[in-house]
DNA sequence: CTAGCTGCTGTTTTT
DNA sequence: CAGCAGCTAG
């Protein structure tokens, strides 16, 4: 038998795809072909007739590489794709929980809580126990939750090692209790639920791994402790699982994600032999040793070397610029030359650390009229007008859900103010039910006499009118009767800046018409139906959709089809590639981010940031950095990002003129970071009053340190200091005593 | 009850 | 410079 989908395999590659049923570990680097290793694999496992379709099970971490890998396996076997189970941790779980609702103990209507919801809902409840959002704030309960969550911990598996550790518990155990009285389920949920739903029922479990006789996990290095757990079971004792990951890659450490389960999985699986992929097929030479050279600086490491047989291509370019703005306008300059060039504005990426880098850029793109493209931010289904239209079809769809409710019951406003809502949540706890019931208890009895259309009662009337309207509608046509009739539609055309909102909510009926027809056509593995053997009663359409849209949260909104410049952070690079990449902001405090020196690993997940930016390029690469930047509000002055020092200069050419004293003058190597990094600190700058950047200093209380930045002057004066013993911390100069030392 | 204002705070990355 | 919570005037 001819495989055509085998030619062109480099040995390696080969070797991976066609290794015997057993568990593997491949090492794949940036651009050394991972996903084409592992939908080959998939496409030999099934035509050589060692697996099924239905025995395999595939995982990703996004929406986009679960498609993309069933985009890859439909055009090299003409197969139908449906019986195999390939999509995200979250995806896959939250199909075993539709499955197996009544066993995992869920409402069969569940819906999902993306984390805005879930935020909400944590800022309610300490709200209702009147906790000090001080000393517990909101966000950090909620980082508490989910951190156990995906460790696989419940609260009575939590220590509680003090009192304030123990007030957390409390919460925590609150907001499980919140979450079942309302019958929502928030992401870590989806996995821990399932992963005790298979640990607990036997005879489920003995019927999974018989099933899924392969698993196969993209981006390995990604997973946390809880979704490693989750694939142990699942796969057994007996069951391979083929694992891909690149350990350099791993930027996800602060949300859980465990690059170390990469070394336990080779013990835990009884891997017999580690492939390293280390051909790359994207980038030219300079790109990928200045790549290589950076990542070298980091410890822990399994070690991997990229290489290429292309040229060394051009010199990587770098350039300084006075202040943001004036960074912008070279990079849009740079643009307009290269586009004069004929590289297509798609094949263009301009990446940055964090998000609100994104404006500037913007404004100086747009001032040009060089189109582009935002990804990330603020997602489709995560806006204000359609998360108020959502809220509607989940009251629709579980009335219970008192997120929702609150959402939308004084919006627009009907006249239902704090006084009737805190009744309404009064008579809500003393029957022990949810708002909804509470409500109609009340605005049934007609207690008041108000004009029909206001007030709680007109507001259950709303909600009970929309519900049999829609009713048996195809789905879109149903959002439209919600958005007319809730009043959201009047309401937003008569602001002012009606006309985009508006634009989203017609894009939400069509989002709704695009998920029914492709669910027909069985594209979405979430819309795939269920094992018959288990014959679920399948969920509601509307509910597919709310839950479709809490799990995919709208990546791309714009169309593919224009062609322009992508903007995205780095961490949203991850797996693109580009013809040109220019990478901005390279400033210490920037990238790396100083929250980061702080935290244990932090510096080394930063350096892996930097490494997966440089990687994103194929021809050619810009590293810049601006000495000012606004920032809150403030002007700082921060000096070059250390790891400009770490890429060696031969590989680089400096445009647009550096002053002699040039940061990049020397290699890292002179200058050895120290534990919490003080940082490379050759620039020096007057701060004020003799101090300076680069200069050790001594504090009354924090004791030694180093100034690595500065910003404002006069009164305002501070600095940043690295205190050998007391982290990373700003002094205002007029009151820190600091003495050089 | 509503709307509009003020003052405050929190700012990394996101499935 | 946000976005939000809380307050005040209508």
Known sequence: MSLPFLEGLNSPQHEAVTLPRQSALVLAGAGSGKTRVLTTRIAWLISTGQASPHSLLAVTFTNKAAREMLTRISGMLPINTRGMWVGTFHGLSHRLLRTHWREAGLPQLFTILDSQDQLSLVKRFLKDLKVDDQKYAPRQVQYFINANKEEGLRPSAVEATDDFRRRLLEFYSAYEDLCRREGVVDFAELLLRSFELLSEDEILRQHYRARFQHVLVDEFQDTNR????????????????????????????????????????????????????????????????AANALIRQNRMRLGKNLWTSEGAGEPLRLYRAPSDTAEATFIVDEIRMLAAEGVALTDIALLYRSNAQSRVLEHALFSASVPYRVYGGLRFFERQEVKHALAYLRLIANPDDDGALLRVINFPARGIGTRTLEQ??????????????????????????????????????????????????????????????????????????????????????????????????????????????????????????????????????????????????????????????????????????????????????????????????????????????????????????????????????????????????????????????????????????????????????????????????????????????????????????????
């Open 226 to 289: 809880l979704q490693y757990q989750w694939l142990q079971l699942l796969a057994g004792e007996s069951n391979a699982v083929f694992a891909v990951g690149d350990d350099d890659q791993s930027i996800y450490a602060f949300r859980g994600a465990r690059s170390a389960n990469m070394q336990q999985f080779e013990r835990d699986f009884g891997v017999e032999r580690v492939i390293k992929l280390e051909q790359n097929y994207r980038s030219h030479g300079n790109i990928l040793d």
């Open 424 to 741: 309404l949540q009064g008579t809500a706890q003393g029957m022990g039910a949810s708002l909804w019931q509470a409500a109609c208890q009340r605005g049934g009895k007609g207690a008041r006499i108000t004009a029909s259309g206001k007030g709680l009662e007109g507001f259950v009337e709303l909600i009970e009118r929309l519900r049999a309207a829609t009713e048996g509608l195809p789905l879109p046509e149903a959002i439209e009767h919600v958005i007319e009739m809730s009043g959201l539609a009047a309401y937003y055309n008569a602001e002012r800046e009606a006309a985009e909102r508006m634009e989203n909510l017609a894009e939400l009926v069509n989002a709704a018409a695009a998920f029914v027809s492709e669910q027909d056509r069985g594209i979405l593995p979430a819309g795939e139906a269920f094992d018959a053997e288990t014959a679920a009663v399948p969920e509601t359409e509307l509910t597919a959709f709310l839950n479709h849209a809490a799990l995919e949260a709208g990546e791309r909104q714009a169309g593919p089809g224009t062609d322009c410049v992508q903007l995205m952070t780095v961490h949203s690079a991850k797996g693109l590639e580009f013809h040109t990449v220019f990478i901005s902001g390279l400033e210490e405090g920037l990238f790396p981010h100083e929250n980061s020196l702080t935290e244990a690993d932090g510096l080394e997940e930063e350096r892996r940031l930097m490494y997966v930016a440089l990687t994103r390029a194929r021809r050619r690469l810009y590293l810049s950095f601006a000495q000012s930047r606004m920032l809150h509000g403030q002007t700082r002055y921060n000096m070059a990002s250390r790891f400009l020092k770490e890429i060696p200069p031969e590989l680089t050419r400096r445009i647009g003129g550096f002053a002699v004293e040039s940061p990049f003058a020397r290699p890292y190597a002179t200058v050895p970071a120290g534990p919490q990094g003080p940082p490379f600190v050759r620039e020096t700058r007057l701060v004020a009053s003799g101090l300076r950047v680069g200069q050790s200093v001594v504090h009354p209380k924090f004791g030694a340190g180093v100034i690595v930045g500065a910003e404002g002057r006069g009164d305002d004066a501070r600095v940043q200091v690295s205190f050998r013993n007391a982290g990373v911390k700003w002094l205002a100069l007029e009151y820190a005593k600091l003495t050089p030392a």
